[in-house]
């Protein structure tokens, strides 16, 4: 089986991104995703997204984590996707597309995407972490030096101790200025750190507003694979009008076979 692919990377949040318009790759095969995603004997990607025809939208997002499974919203994979679109030729610098969580839309800048991520109506506060729910689960805590977090370590054991064999992706956040916050990232599916989660940077912007670490509404969250832009309105106890801000780039095209 010969596969056209191309990788796209969002602030180090990397995908396989395949043209699935003609149903020629088959979702069912998670050992051939999880192979294409691995870094030793793959492509290596924390992802692989497939775009899909849409009966009345651009076209549609089908996303499956790096273990092959297919997965919920991912932020930074939305906005690959939206690139990889762009290159194909189906839209010029605006898209509207479907993902699991629903639709979308994005504008292309450049090289950053802005995509306008699913509204957000329940943030549960705890005395220790804040949980809510951007598109995929988030579990928000506070460090006082995020470098010398173990995020794996740590990372697993709240994802299975907690959440159980559903999970949640767990992010452990520092403030470093008003409304400016370091973020590490453990994904599920992944079961390992990523440099940076789409999803994960916005479930962190809402979380910091909610816990009165910031009062403004456009929030700068800086991780391991670069900087991101939180944007977003609060309408009574609802978050409405959320973007999510950054590079989105192409880094190679090939075919698996």
């Not at 919203?73 to 939206?82: A, F, P, S, T």
């Not at 699913?118 to 030096?145: K, R």
């Not at 939180?230 to 009008?241: A, G, I, L, Q």
């Amino acid at each position: 089986m010969q596969v056209a692919f191309s990788k796209y990377q969002g602030t180090g949040n990397d995908f396989v991104l395949i043209d699935n318009r003609q149903h020629t790759f088959s979702k069912n095969n998670t050992k051939i995703i999880a192979r294409m995603c691995d870094r030793r004997f793959g492509i290596g990607a924390d992802g692989l997204i497939l775009l899909e025809n849409h009966d009345s939208l651009d076209f549609k997002m089908v996303y499956f984590n790096s273990d092959g499974k297919e997965s919920s919203m991912c932020g930074n994979g939305g906005r690959c996707i939206v690139k990889f679109a762009n290159a194909l030729g189906i839209i010029e610098d605006s898209a509207q597309f479907e993902a699991i969580d629903g639709l979308h839309e994005a504008t292309i800048h450049g090289e950053s995407v802005r995509l306008k991520m699913s509204d957000v109506a329940q943030v549960d506060i705890t005395t220790t972490h804040a949980f809510l729910n951007t598109g995929s689960p988030h579990h928000v805590t506070m460090e006082s030096n995020v470098e010398q977090v173990n995020v794996k370590e740590q990372g697993a054991e709240i994802r299975y101790g907690t959440y159980g064999s559903e999970g949640a992706n767990i992010n452990f956040v520092q403030k470093t200025g008003d409304a400016i916050f370091s973020v590490r990232t453990y994904e599920r599916g992944v079961e390992d750190e990523t440099l940076s989660c789409g999803t994960g940077v916005t479930a962190v912007a809402i979380a910091m507003y909610e816990m009165k670490q910031t009062s403004e509404k456009e929030v700068i969250l800086d991780t391991p694979g670069g900087k991101l832009i939180v944007r977003f309105d609060k309408e009574d106890d609802r978050f409405t009008n959320i973007y999510l801000e950054g590079p989105a780039n192409f880094v190679f095209k090939g075919v698996w076979q």
